[in-house]
């Protein structure tokens, strides 16, 4: 593992928790290196820390992404980590980092108790707040407490520390006592802890860490899980072959992915039948942190009939439309549904797919009805995505595809809600 920490300020090159000994440790279990400002002292990290230097004028500006670019391509971290609060330069960090899709943990120390936020806390904290320490804390995929009281204030963080929110702005808290603090543990415990954080938090994003090779893998593999028939013939011979010398860390991605999106039983349908040797891996003990994104996973026939998809049965019985065709079309209705509200997840894609695949419907009927409910366009857009992503062949398409601006927004909102 990689870890990359961005250290804003020290003073003397102290840091609470964040000892030499600290970094020490963690530089024995993983590969460590360190950003920090140009000007000032820097944070005492032991020579087996790598220490990379930017400058502060320029990050206060919200400059520095060419350097921070550079850093990133050479190191090509797992886990970005910030230490520290109340710095906009941290903010820009966690910003550059979700482009390049690595997950971000924050340590607070004590920056958010409740005697740090009063602190010229209408000149300052306040407008900190609204501009950007809320949207830092709230969107980083784990946060450092170094103590129970520390948890307390981050889950009580709001506005202003009289104000208590039924729902905190960040839960995903992993409490690592101070070392130096209490007798508790020790530094090599902290950084174990650390250690097992970090582990946590890649296993609860593994869409972050995806490459495209995998993210195909995985279609591959729930297109053969689906198949009702041999159709492994039909994935192209490249892919096959990366399936064959694919590691067991992104086996572990694709899987714990799967499981997300609901079709972990057909991507491991879809190993057993195209005999990959993959260790098995049991998602209830992998102490993952609860998905942020709650996405609908019911069962097409589980899902209530839409105002669309009541029309669609009226219409059925004017323009000779089976059962098929109404299924496929109110299909399409709540996909386009959920996917405006982000609750699609991949698990009615591939339903769709099956119906579209493997159905037999009354395909003029359902064009006709789809015309009526204005979703031709969305359904043709659904076809060419099926058609990129689950080599959905034209011969099974009950409509022409169409590839436009319409369907790139698509694909922005499958990337968006990591689906694919």
């Given at each position: 593992?990689?870890?990359?920490?961005?250290?804003?300020?020290?003073?003397?090159?102290?840091?609470?928790f964040?000892?030499k000994?600290?970094?020490?440790?963690?530089?024995?279990?993983?590969?460590?290196?360190?950003?920090?400002?140009?000007?000032?002292?820097?944070?005492?990290?032991?020579?087996?820390?790598?220490?990379?230097?930017?400058?502060?004028?320029?990050?206060?500006?919200?400059?520095?992404?060419?350097?921070?670019?550079?850093?990133?391509?050479?190191?090509?971290?797992?886990?970005?980590?910030?230490?520290?609060?109340?710095?906009?330069?941290?903010?820009?960090?966690?910003?550059?980092?979700?482009?390049?899709?690595?997950?971000?943990?924050?340590?607070?120390?004590?920056?958010?108790?409740?005697?740090?936020?009063?602190?010229?806390?209408?000149?300052?904290?306040?407008?900190?707040?609204?501009?950007?320490?809320?949207?830092?804390?709230?969107?980083?995929?784990?946060?450092?407490?170094?103590?129970?009281?520390?948890?307390?204030?981050?889950?009580?963080?709001?506005?202003?520390?009289?104000?208590?929110?039924?729902?905190?702005?960040?839960?995903?808290?992993a409490?690592?006592?101070?070392?130096?603090?209490?007798?508790?543990?020790?530094?090599?415990?902290?950084?174990?802890?650390?250690?097992?954080?970090?582990?946590?938090?890649?296993?609860?994003?593994?869409?972050m860490?995806?490459?495209?090779?995998?993210?195909?893998?995985?279609?591959?593999?729930?297109?053969?899980?689906?198949?009702?028939?041999?159709?492994?013939?039909?994935?192209?011979?490249?892919?096959?072959?990366?399936?064959?010398?694919?590691?067991?860390?992104?086996?572990?991605?694709i899987?714990?992915?799967?499981?997300?999106?609901?079709?972990?039983?057909?991507?491991?349908?879809?190993?057993?039948?195209?005999?990959?040797?993959?260790?098995?891996?049991v998602?209830?003990?992998?102490g993952?942190f609860?998905?942020?994104?709650?996405?609908?996973?019911?069962?097409?026939?589980?899902?209530?009939?839409?105002?669309?998809?009541?029309?669609?049965?009226?219409?059925?019985?004017?323009?000779?439309?089976?059962?098929?065709?109404?299924?496929?079309?109110?299909?399409i209705?709540?996909?386009?549904?959920?996917?405006?509200?982000?609750?699609?997840?991949?698990?009615?894609?591939?339903?769709?797919?099956?119906?579209?695949?493997?159905?037999?419907?009354?395909?003029?009927?359902?064009?006709?009805?789809?015309?009526?409910?204005?979703?031709?366009?969305?359904?043709?857009?659904?076809?060419?995505?099926?058609?990129?992503?689950?080599?959905?062949?034209?011969?099974?398409?009950?409509?022409?595809?169409?590839?436009?601006?319409?369907?790139?927004?698509?694909?922005?909102?499958?990337?968006?809600?990591?689906?694919?």
């Amino acid at each position: 593992m990689k870890v990359l920490y961005f250290i804003p300020r020290t003073k003397g090159g102290n840091l609470p928790f964040f000892t030499k000994e600290f970094f020490d440790g963690i530089a024995g279990m993983a590969e460590v290196h360190v950003m920090t400002p140009r000007h000032g002292d820097a944070p005492q990290t032991g020579s087996s820390v790598v220490v990379h230097r930017l400058s502060a004028y320029r990050m206060m500006i919200g400059r520095n992404k060419k350097r921070f670019n550079r850093i990133v391509g050479e190191v090509g971290p797992d886990i970005i980590h910030i230490v520290g609060s109340w710095d906009i330069t941290a903010y820009y960090i966690y910003r550059w980092a979700e482009k390049y899709r690595i997950p971000v943990v924050l340590s607070p120390l004590k920056g958010l108790a409740p005697w740090n936020v009063l602190r010229s806390y209408w000149l300052r904290r306040l407008p900190q707040l609204l501009l950007y320490q809320k949207s830092l804390l709230s969107g980083a995929h784990g946060v450092h407490a170094a103590g129970r009281q520390e948890q307390s204030f981050i889950l009580d963080a709001a506005l202003h520390p009289s104000l208590h929110r039924q729902k905190p702005w960040n839960s995903r808290i992993a409490v690592i006592e101070d070392p130096v603090l209490t007798d508790a543990t020790d530094v090599a415990g902290a950084a174990a802890a650390m250690m097992r954080l970090y582990a946590k938090v890649l296993d609860s994003n593994p869409f972050m860490r995806m490459t495209e090779e995998e993210v195909t893998a995985e279609s591959a593999l729930l297109r053969v899980g689906m198949s009702q028939d041999s159709i492994s013939a039909d994935i192209p011979r490249e892919t096959r072959q990366r399936l064959m010398q694919m590691s067991d860390a992104a086996w572990r991605r694709i899987l714990l992915h799967a499981t997300d999106e609901g079709i972990a039983d057909m991507v491991t349908r879809g190993a057993l039948a195209m005999q990959l040797k993959r260790k098995s891996i049991v998602i209830e003990s992998t102490g993952r942190f609860e998905n942020t994104r709650h996405s609908d996973k019911r069962r097409p026939e589980d899902i209530p009939a839409t105002a669309k998809g009541r029309k669609a049965e009226r219409l059925a019985g004017r323009y000779g439309g089976d059962d098929a065709a109404v299924r496929i079309c109110k299909m399409i209705v709540d996909v386009a549904q959920m996917m405006k509200g982000g609750t699609l997840c991949r698990r009615h894609l591939a339903d769709l797919y099956a119906a579209v695949r493997f159905g037999n419907c009354n395909e003029r009927a359902l064009r006709l009805m789809l015309r009526r409910l204005r979703m031709s366009k969305t359904a043709a857009r659904l076809m060419q995505i099926m058609g990129e992503t689950l080599w959905l062949e034209p011969g099974f398409m009950p409509l022409e595809p169409l590839d436009d601006k319409g369907t790139d927004d698509i694909r922005k909102t499958l990337f968006n809600l990591k689906i694919q």
